[in-house]
Nanobody, 124 residues
């Protein structure tokens, strides 16, 4: 699976952005999909994950209630809608594919495939 993230940019605090991650290959629906982020000088951290069908989701406490993960298996795409953005949300955001047998993991090492990242910058 090859992943291509897009949709990042510069936004003021309180604003919104929608990230997209397009997948190639016919096995997209076989994977749970997640979003991570990495700020300068910090470790990559879990943001959100969604099951293969889209029926279940999981979020980091820091984004719960502000971010929404969704997917469209017909379009091989996963989304991250980010609302009420804060300066501390500034980071490079990555999408990643999680084998279904590892559902429940938030560890980057358990995700098999990664997109190239898209920069999100939130100004105060």
């Amino acid at each position: 699976v090859q992943l291509q993230a897009s949709g990042g940019g510069l936004v003021q605090a309180g604003g919104s952005l929608r990230l997209s991650c397009a997948a190639s290959g016919r096995t997209f629906s076989s994977y749970a999909m997640g979003w991570f982020r990495q700020a300068p000088g910090k470790e990559r951290e879990f943001v959100a994950v969604i099951t293969r069908s889209g029926a279940s989701t999981d979020y980091a406490d820091s984004v719960k209630g502000r971010f929404t993960i969704s997917r469209d298996n017909a379009k091989n795409t996963v989304y991250l809608q980010m609302n009420s953005l804060k300066p501390e949300d500034t980071a490079v955001y990555y999408c990643a594919a999680l084998p279904s047998g590892r559902w429940g993991s938030r560890a980057p090492r358990d995700f098999d495939y990664w997109g190239q990242g898209t920069q999100v910058t939130v100004s105060s």
